[in-house]
């Protein structure tokens, strides 16, 4: 067991969890490539909006860090990176008090995205706030009754993707809403490794996730299925992108639909590749692997479809 000296920054990063900081990272470049495709994109709201997703997305993981530590999700027997709480890396009363700190930054962050936009952003951004407790705390917590799937796509996909670009436009074309979907899914997938490599251990301790309720093999085909709806959505977004800006529609239809597709064949090729590793793996310690190859995958994502929105400016 790795030796990490109460409440070090060595604890407080493990506890921030940096691979999963792609989920924050990834919307807000897509956000940003679509407010670039529309010749709108500003550099300071989008590192508002940066600043913000990541800070949120670090109060999220110290949240559920504290909360699977009181509800005894985090035992010995869990298959995944150790928590911090759990480990006693960090105390209870510590991580409270770092609950707080990160996430009135992220309010005071995201309070000066007022200077370029309406008010009624706010409403946001306390949005964000209640659905990082409400995720793994409070009467009906949604990590623990199946909802955590939904509540990725919408909280990092559809409202940081779409709340970028507003931002920067103030508006967001119906095929960025589109894309926002589709990152949602490219994102969910990491939540859906970490679902099935704990299905068993979730299952004793209370939690039923939707790959509890559904079964393995159900478990292992969600992870395709994300990455391959996260194309597919993605695809059709980017095509009608490409047509939004081409005068001659029915002349270059059939070129803009293959350069969508051609586009994101990378992402799936890789999404295919982890998936045929998790098929491979299938329970274990050894699926932890795959966290960092899902990140790398959402990333890719990101990149490829900011290349295509450059390419239709």
Request: glycine share 8%; aromatic share 10%; net charge positive.
């Amino acid at each position: 067991m790795e030796q990490v000296p109460t409440n070090s920054a060595k604890a407080w990063l493990l506890a921030s969890r940096p691979k999963t900081l792609a989920a924050a990272i990834t919307p807000v470049v897509v956000g940003c490539a679509l407010a670039y495709s529309q010749n709108s994109f500003s550099l300071i709201p989008a590192l508002i909006c940066l600043l913000f997703a990541v800070l949120m997305q670090v109060a999220a993981n110290l949240i559920n860090d504290l909360i699977d530590y009181k509800k005894g999700s985090d035992g010995e027997e869990r298959l995944g990176p150790m928590r911090a709480t759990a480990q006693g890396w960090i105390t209870p009363d510590a991580m409270k008090a770092g609950i707080c700190m990160v996430v009135a930054t992220a309010c005071l962050i995201g309070l000066s995205i007022l200077y370029f936009t309406t008010w009624k952003l706010v409403l946001v951004g306390l949005a964000c706030v209640v659905f990082a407790y409400l995720y793994t705390s409070g009467p009906y917590p949604l990590s623990y009754n199946g909802w955590g799937d939904i509540a990725v796509v919408v909280f990092f996909g559809i409202v940081p993707v779409c709340m970028t670009c507003y931002v920067q436009t103030g508006t967001c074309p119906a095929y960025g809403i589109w894309l926002s979907v589709a990152v949602g899914l490219a994102i969910n997938s990491l939540l859906v490794v970490n679902n099935y490599r704990d299905r068993e251990t979730d299952k004793a301790s209370g939690k039923r996730t939707i790959i509890v309720k559904l079964g393995e093999p159900f478990g292992r085909y969600f992870y395709l299925a994300n990455g391959v709806a996260a194309t597919l959505i993605g695809t059709a977004a980017l095509f009608c992108a490409f047509q939004s800006q081409d005068n001659q529609q029915e002349a270059s239809g059939a070129r803009n639909l293959l350069t969508a597709a051609v586009l994101l064949l990378p992402y799936l090729l890789l999404h295919t590749t982890t998936w045929r590793k998790l098929c491979a793996i299938r329970e274990g310690r050894a699926l932890n692997t795959l966290i960092g190859q899902s990140s790398r995958n959402m990333l890719v994502y990101a990149i490829l479809t900011t290349i295509g929105l450059t390419i239709c400016k």
